[in-house]
């Protein structure tokens, strides 16, 4: 797969746990479609009706997995676990497809997770040649095992997805759901969201507190990094974090992946985004008519520029609600045909004006120059181009496909060049210094390794993508 001008996202994980009779199916269909933001290359749902745990999942999107017809034909429960996906590891099948239902000889576990592990590769090794056999291609199936593993000579599933924390490394936040039991856990880093809500006295686990409100559950509280959270009909348990020194929240989740309507560890996405633009402002002012937004990541940080510069916001660019994201198209040439229909530009916005567009990032440089074109097309005199991130220097390993950093169009050329290259009269990006101004007066430690370099965890020597697609040699 050749990476496109955008990141691709993680996934979004959902848990529900229901006291008493009622189904918990239509929650988790609605928070489902919620997450999609989160990926669209496949979902899925685990549904628990009195121990036995029923999942269904496919690849594509929710309204093509689940419709009408299928999901009535799903037996509702009690307790329920769901996935929406785009894989950072392992190819794009329905093998891959979340959650990831195991039975063996001490009961059944349906599994959901969002991250990246950095030592999935060297675990799934040591797995394979101790006569281990795997059917899918994501570092999830290797969780999956060594909860399984552990949870074999274990007491409970809680005492083996603790025993499984001390042994996997990376970005995780997981929901587990057992034949009684639901887990929620999030890593000892913090890289990836999860958050804890209620409907009544039922439970209800997230990547994103939009899907709570989608749900009607009342937001409770963040999962803390390390933290498990258990819920069976004994109530509500939470064991102490296990403790990491370096943590850090994924700062990406604020520029661009989460929806603007949720607050992650305390902070507003939009008002994270909203300086993110004023913060642009400042030091990279110009004379213009009018700003405008990239939909749709980029229009809570253009609302921000014109704010802080006092030129007036306005809509200039209109997104085709019917397309996804370009980037989740697997070839290149659907793609380019996916850009040319995502977005078209409002001429009476834009015609005759000095235009500032606010983006989130930029990454090979081809989708910024396709709208650079479209405005200019459009009337515009000057198209002066201000991206919400710092410029991308370096591999992600913790949730998203950033791996070769030869692609990356920051490490091959200065700002002016890339201004040249899209065609802009000028551009400008965030600095790196100010990443963490975005989270306002909450002093939240962020990974910023794919601007800096630094990360919080050792990266691994080397782990592609398809890691788990090339054979084993002597």
């Not at 592990?117 to 570092?139: K, M, P, V, W």
């Not at 913060?279 to 008519?289: F, G, S």
């Amino acid at each position: 797969m050749v990476l496109s001008d955008k990141l691709h996202e993680e996934c979004g994980v959902f848990g529900i746990y229901r006291e008493g009779e009622g189904g918990v199916k239509n929650e988790t269909y609605h928070a489902l479609y919620i997450l999609q933001h989160r990926g669209q290359e496949s979902c899925g749902m685990a549904v628990n009706k009195d121990g036995v745990i029923r999942c269904h999942k496919d690849v594509g999107l929710v309204s093509e997995v689940f419709t009408g017809e299928r999901l009535s034909k799903i037996e509702d429960g009690s307790i329920a676990v769901a996935h929406c996906r785009y894989g950072t590891t392992g190819a794009q099948n329905s093998e891959n497809a979340q959650p990831l239902l195991v039975n063996h000889l001490k009961g059944a576990m349906a599994l959901c997770h969002n991250g990246n592990l950095t030592n999935a590769a060297y675990l799934r090794r040591q797995y394979e040649l101790q006569g281990a056999i795997f059917h899918a291609t994501s570092d999830s199936e290797v969780i999956a095992y060594t909860i399984t593993q552990q949870r074999l000579r274990s007491g409970s599933i809680e005492e083996a997805v603790r025993a499984t924390m001390n042994i996997i490394e990376g970005a995780y936040s997981l929901v587990i759901m057992s034949a009684t039991k639901l887990i929620a856990v999030r890593d000892p880093h913090g890289f990836r969201p999860l958050c804890m809500g209620k409907i009544g006295n039922d439970t209800v686990f997230a990547s994103e507190s939009c899907a709570l409100d989608a749900v009607g559950a009342a937001f409770e509280r963040d999962v803390l990094p390390g933290e498990m959270i258990v819920v069976s009909k004994n109530g509500v348990k939470s064991y102490p974090p296990i403790y990491s020194e370096n943590k850090g929240l994924c700062v990406f989740e604020f520029i661009y992946f989460a929806r603007p309507d949720s607050v992650i560890d305390g902070v507003s996405v939009h008002e994270a985004r909203l300086r993110a633009g004023a913060l642009l402002a400042k030091a990279h002012p110009v004379e213009a008519d009018v700003v405008i937004g990239a939909p749709d990541s980029g229009l809570d940080a253009a609302l921000g520029y014109a704010r802080e510069s006092g030129i007036p916001y306005g809509i200039g660019l209109v997104k085709n609600k019917y397309i996804g994201r370009t980037f989740i198209q697997p070839e290149q040439s659907q793609r380019s045909s996916g850009v040319r229909i995502k977005l078209n530009a409002v001429s009476a916005t834009v015609k005759g004006k000095r235009v500032v567009m606010v983006d989130d990032s930029i990454v090979r440089g081809t989708t910024s120059a396709r709208v650079v074109r479209l405005l200019r097309d459009a009337g515009a005199k000057e198209v002066h181009v201000m991206f919400s991130a710092p410029p991308f220097r370096h591999v992600c390993w913790f949730g998203t496909d950033i791996d070769n950093e030869d692609v990356l169009i920051a490490n091959h050329h200065s700002e002016e060049e890339i201004g040249k290259i899209i065609g802009a009269d000028s551009i400008g990006f965030l600095d790196i210094k100010d990443l963490k101004k975005l989270t306002g007066d909450k002093d939240l430690p962020l990974c910023d390794g794919c601007f800096s370099g630094f990360y919080p965890v050792r990266p691994p020597e080397s782990q592609a993508k398809y890691t788990f697609e090339i054979p084993l040699r002597k």
